[in-house]
């Protein structure tokens, strides 16, 4: 049962346009949601988080969105860097490191 | 660079046998959790280790079983390996006083079952 939902699974923006990624929930007893992003070769890296008591969260180039009625959450890159190229990764957590992850989204930044 | 150096980085066993993986983290880092990735697929969580001890297992079978060790590193062991275990392991730490699900991972152990 994939409790963490990521569709569209690959994204291609051009360089210093806006990425937006998209990632639902089902469970309600979440409350803790992760983005990771990984390198082909390397492990996952933390990007960003965001807890339940928040709608927004923002680092940098990077804004995660929460919407708890939705149970759905975004990330918002921009602008968005060839460097950026890699899968991201949704997580959700009830307040512990047990992880549930989405699929990923591959994101590809055009020069 | 996260700290966390995993090994074998390839490894092929047959189905049947059986497989000891390592991972070495970060002085300080006394939670140690493993996440099995299969292919298209994100990861998913095995089971976590806070201070030697198993305290959190997700949906695996007992074959899958742990060790954590006093000078941070740990071990993932498969008994009777299948088929479906071919896949990405990677282990994961964190140290005290991050925000949880802040985790260090490792690049990983491709297994491939034959």
């Known amino acids: 049962d994939q409790q963490v939902k990521q569709n569209s699974p690959s994204l291609s923006v051009q360089e210093g346009r806006i990425s937006i990624l998209n990632c639902d929930y089902t469970?309600?007893?979440?409350?803790?949601f992760l983005w990771y992003k990984k390198y082909p070769a390397e492990g996952p890296t933390f990007l960003i988080s965001i807890s339940s008591i928040k709608d927004k969260n923002e680092d940098g180039r990077f804004t995660v969105f929460l919407n708890k009625s939705a149970k759905h959450l975004s990330l918002h890159i921009v602008p968005s860097q060839p460097g950026d190229s890699a899968v991201y990764f949704c997580?959700?957590?009830?307040?512990?490191?047990?992880?549930?992850f989405g699929k990923g989204n591959q994101v590809v930044v055009i020069p | 660079e996260t700290g966390v150096t995993q090994s074998p980085t390839h490894l092929i066993k047959t189905r049947g046998q059986q497989v000891t993986l390592r991972c070495s983290s970060q002085?300080?880092?006394?939670?140690v959790s493993w996440y099995q990735q299969a292919l298209g697929q994100g990861p998913q969580f095995i089971f976590q280790?806070?201070?030697?001890?198993?305290?959190g297992r997700g949906n695996f079978p007992p074959r899958f079983s742990g060790l954590q060790f006093p000078n941070y590193s740990s071990e993932l062991n498969v008994n009777a390996l299948e088929l479906d275990d071919s896949a990405l392991y990677l282990c994961a730490s964190s140290p005290a006083g991050r925000e949880p699900g802040e985790l260090f991972f490792g690049e990983g152990s491709r297994l491939t079952v034959l």
């Open positions: 002085s300080g880092h006394n939670t």
């Open positions: 997580a959700a957590s009830r307040g512990n490191n047990r992880l549930a």
């Open positions: 469970n309600s007893m979440f409350d803790y």
């Open positions: 280790y806070y201070r030697e001890e198993e305290n």
